[in-house]
């Protein structure tokens, strides 16, 4: 019987789809691979419960890696990235603080002599302030005096010192000590204000070197 050209052609076709079929048998469902406790790689269809948070690859059936499970963080992981996480969000602060530094010092200020001008100004209030709190202390400390020399009499004569007296003596001391620790802090606040005009100046002349940089380029 004959057989006509386009039953040949597809009987050809067939006969070449049987011959390309594989000659092992693929895995039907998929093929996962884990190390297990002791450092051996298993695999399976199935990984145990004991792995499940492990690091686990899904495999094709010519074993190439398709897929891949990142093995679940441990509390010291997840605290290193929270502590990572921190450091960045901080590094960012205080990147934008600077710039906002630095956009008010150039829009505050043209020129260095302004800069020095304003700080000598805000000493110099500071430095007002302390000299009349020395005055009043001096006054405190002849007060006391005139108050301690009334106890002194008193003591000499046989007399009670009476508690109010006493009182006052002691309300007297403690004001002097006050104020002295007033004019400390204010002490303090003048070197503050000159460590941050100098950092200042500093950078207001980086500012305007790059301000001219750019504006020569």
């Known amino acids: 019987m004959s057989i006509d050209f386009r039953t040949r052609c597809c009987m050809a076709l067939l006969l070449g789809s049987v011959l390309c079929l594989p000659s092992t048998y693929s895995y039907a469902g998929k093929l996962l691979k884990w190390v297990d406790d002791n450092g051996q790689v298993r695999y399976g269809d199935q990984i145990p419960p004991q792995y499940a948070k492990k690091k686990l690859e899904t495999l094709s059936d010519q ?8 093995a679940a963080k441990t509390p010291e992981q997840l605290a290193e990235e929270k502590r990572q996480q921190a450091l960045i969000k901080e590094k ?6 600077k710039a906002r530094r630095d ?30 709190t020395n005055k009043r202390t001096e006054k ?11 106890a002194a009499n008193l003591e ?5 010192v009476p508690k109010k007296l006493l009182k006052s003596i002691n ?9 002295n ?4 802090n204010r002490l303090v606040e003048q070197q503050r204000i ?24």
């Open 63 to 70: 074993g190439i890696v398709v897929e891949t499970k990142e």
């Open 156 to 160: 000499r004569s046989g007399k009670p």
């Open 92 to 97: 960012e602060r205080i990147r934008i603080e």
């Open 103 to 132: 956009s008010i010092l150039l829009d505050t200020f043209t020129n260095e002599d302004e800069m020095v001008m304003t700080r000598d100004g805000k000493i110099e209030a500071i430095e007002a302030v302390i000299r009349v």
């Open 181 to 184: 620790r007033y004019v400390a």
């Open 194 to 217: 000159r460590d941050r005009f100098e950092a200042d100046i500093h950078r207001f002349r980086e500012l305007k070197a790059a301000q001219a940089k750019l504006m020569s380029e």
């Open 140 to 150: 405190n400390k002849q007060r006391l005096a005139d108050l301690k020399l009334r």
């Open 171 to 179: 309300d007297m001391r403690k004001q002097i000590q006050s104020n």
